[in-house]
């Protein structure tokens, strides 16, 4: 993968996040969202470390060619500012 395509990436991976933002699915995203941000972090590394979980997951999902796993998402999301190991992007 060249630059511009890991570059692409990452902002699809960061636009499924402000999505599920919005969209309140699932919940422990935003829920995420707001810890993070009462921690002091700055809304775009919240939102950064929030996309390191989903590519995780995501590249789980992929890999082990299985479903979304909710509570394994919901667990790193709460391990957070710890990322996650992994991580394709």
């Given amino acids: 993968m060249d630059e511009n395509e890991a570059a692409e990436l990452r902002q699809a991976v960061l636009r499924a996040v402000e999505q599920q933002?919005?969209?309140?699915?699932?919940?422990?995203t935003a829920e995420t969202l707001d810890r993070l941000l009462?921690?002091?972090?700055?809304?775009?590394?919240?939102?950064?470390?929030?996309?390191h979980v989903l590519a995780v997951e995501m590249f789980g999902i992929m890999k082990d060619e299985r479903e979304f796993d909710?509570?394994?998402?919901?667990r790193a999301l709460a391990q957070l500012p710890q990322l996650p190991g992994d991580s394709p992007i």
């Fill in 21 to 28: 933002i919005s969209d309140g699915e699932p919940p422990e």
């Fill in 38 to 51: 009462g921690e002091g972090h700055p809304r775009h590394e919240a939102i950064t470390m929030i996309g």
């Fill in 70 to 74: 909710r509570a394994g998402y919901t």
